[in-house]
Structure formats: C-alpha cells, structure tokens
C-alpha cells in the first residue's frame, strides 16, 4: 500500500507519488487545500525570509494557462507557431488542482542564495506529504514550463526568482506503481579521515 497514512514512519515508507495525468476528481475542496498549504509552509527557513510563493491556479483559469504555455513556446521555439501543441493543453489540464511554487529569494540576505531554494525545495516536499496525508496523490512536475522565463513572469516571478514546480493534486485513476530506489549503500558512505 502507498501513502499509508497509518503513522508518520508508514508515511515516509510508503511515499509514492501519482502521475499527473492520471489523476482524476475530487481534488482537496478550498478549506483541505488551505490546509495542506499551511502545513507545507512549516518547512525549514533558515533566517525567517519565506523565500517562496504559492500560486494556486483554478480550473477556470486551465485555459488561460494553457495559452501561456503555447504563447511561451512559440516565442521560445521560432518556427513552433502551427505545430501540434496538445502536449502543452494535456500539462495545462491534467489532475483537479494545480499548484505552482516559485523561489524567492531574498536579495542580499545573510542567508546564501542556495539555502533559500533549498527552502523551497522543502516546502515542495512538504506539499506532497500534506496532500498524501490528506488522502490525495500528488506530483511535483519540472519540465521546460518551470525554466521558461514568460511563464515565470506570468506566475509573479522576478529577477531571481523561479519556478520550482508545478504540483497536481488529485485521485489516483489507477493503482500506483513502485519506481526503482537507489540501493542504500550506493548512495551512503561513512566519511573517513
């Protein structure tokens, strides 16, 4: 069983998130969604700078996003206009609730640059376990829509800032399947003098 919500341990052994575009309705109603955000945010933030933004984008609002995608194709891609761009309306439309998270950082902070994308990244992970522990399957999806720097701007990105994913939310349509781990022991080594 994945995202056995039985105990935190059961939780993190079981973590496994869902494809986006087999997500299927109900995704979290306004109050579970607020909710699931709150928790997000109790991630390590090392100066108290929030160094991140929530964008939530509503169904009514698929279209609008999905004509971004092809607008910021298009300029990006010289000689797209016209081509076959189904797989940016399919990424638009897939899953009930779509969330985007963008860094932030806080320009000449004593924190590093790198510490407040990392904080970013946690709240990225806590999205996931918030949404699994609520009941929902969720996925954290990059691709060329996170590193377009129109679509950025469209989401309230500036100088600095960026995209660090787009999060689906929604009801697995299907059984989950296990992906391949990294062996333990390929990836953790005692450091020796």
Known sequence: MFNDTSSLLAHLATRRSGKARDMIAPGPDAATLRDIIALALRTPDHGKLAPWRIVTVANDQREAFAALLKRAWIVENPGAAGMDLS?????????????????????????????????????????????HAH??????????AAYSAEVAT???????????????L???????????RPEYDAVVHTWEI
């Open 154 to 168: 469209a989401f309230g990105a500036g100088e600095g800032d960026t995209i660090v994913g787009y999060f689906f």
């Open 170 to 180: 929604g009801m697995p349509s299907r059984h989950l399947d296990e992906r391949p």
């Open 87 to 131: 797989a940016l309306d399919q990424f638009a439309h897939q899953a009930p609730t779509l969330l985007v998270l963008v860094s932030t950082p806080v320009p000449g902070a004593k924190i590093p640059v790198w510490e407040q994308q990392m904080s970013a990244g946690a709240v990225g992970m806590n999205l996931l376990h918030a949404a």
């Open 135 to 144: 009941g929902f399957v969720g996925s954290w999806l990059t691709g060329w």
